[in-house]
T-cell receptor
Framework: RKEVEQDPGPFNVPEGATVAFNCTYSNSASQSFFWYRQDCRKEPKLLMSVYSSGNEDGRFTAQLNRASQYISLLIRDSKLSDSATYLCVVDSGGYQKVTFGTGTKLQVIP | GAGVSQSPSNKVTEKGKDVELRCDPISGHTALYWYRQSLGQGLEFLIYFQGNSAPDKSGLPSDRFSAERTGGSVSTLTIQRTQQEDSAVYLC????????????FGPGTRLTVT
């Protein structure tokens, strides 16, 4: 099993739609979780951290499910500018590294 | 403030040559990371520095790859005897402290081995 797994997509959604991505991780000792966004041919940028209690930032909501070992990202009222690849990031739970998922591509269409 | 910078932005080299890539992290960030990303692929973790120390070098793809960091700041990634499969974008990131902190990425160095 891969350390971090994401559905590569692409997810093609109309403007205004709600879309959700999941990311599963294999190491039950992982403690830190993030969602990053990467635009084509650009470097990744932090979108939001994922806290145990779940957190929301505007149209974006992130949640952590430790029992099932996955994190999720929900985007409401999708905008054209949300089109990007969304990467989940998980620490290695005591090992000195972090692992990025391969990303889920989102395309918001007019 | 200044972000993470990397140099060169592009590097074309012949197979078998050595290359050195440089990363200047955000001032005050103690943690520094190197990744590589091949076209259309995810980020491959290479190495992580806390201060000048790299606790785990097992992410480096082969012994042709080495990295160092001096003065808790600038880091260099060296690839010896480059091969065509080394062609990728090499990304550097820094974070305020350790692995639990958000990372800020540089623009990357695009390496092409001919």
């Amino acid at each position: 099993r891969k350390e971090v797994e994401q559905d590569p997509g692409p997810f093609n959604v109309p403007e205004g739609a709600t879309v959700a991505f999941n990311c599963t991780y294999s190491n039950s000792a992982s403690q830190s979780f993030f969602w990053y966004r990467q635009d084509c041919r650009k470097e990744p940028k932090l979108l939001m951290s994922v806290y145990s209690s779940g957190n929301e930032d505007g149209r974006f909501t992130a949640q952590l499910n430790r029992a099932s070992q996955y994190i999720s990202l929900l985007i409401r009222d999708s905008k054209l500018s949300d089109s990007a690849t969304y990467l989940c990031v998980v620490d290695s739970g005591g090992y000195q590294k972090v692992t990025f998922g391969t990303g889920t591509k989102l395309q918001v269409i007019p | 403030g200044a972000g993470v910078s990397q140099s060169p932005s592009n590097k074309v080299t012949e197979k078998g040559k050595d290359v050195e890539l440089r990363c200047d992290p955000i001032s005050g960030h103690t943690a520094l990371y190197w990744y590589r990303q091949s076209l259309g692929q995810g980020l491959e973790f290479l190495i992580y520095f806390q201060g000048n120390s790299a606790p785990d070098k097992s992410g480096l793809p082969s012994d042709r790859f080495s990295a160092e960091r001096t003065g808790g700041s600038v880091s260099t990634l060296t690839i010896q005897r480059t091969q065509q499969e080394d062609s990728a974008v090499y990304l550097c990131a820094s974070s305020a402290e350790g692995l639990s902190y958000e990372q800020y990425f540089g623009p990357g160095t695009r390496l092409t081995v001919t």
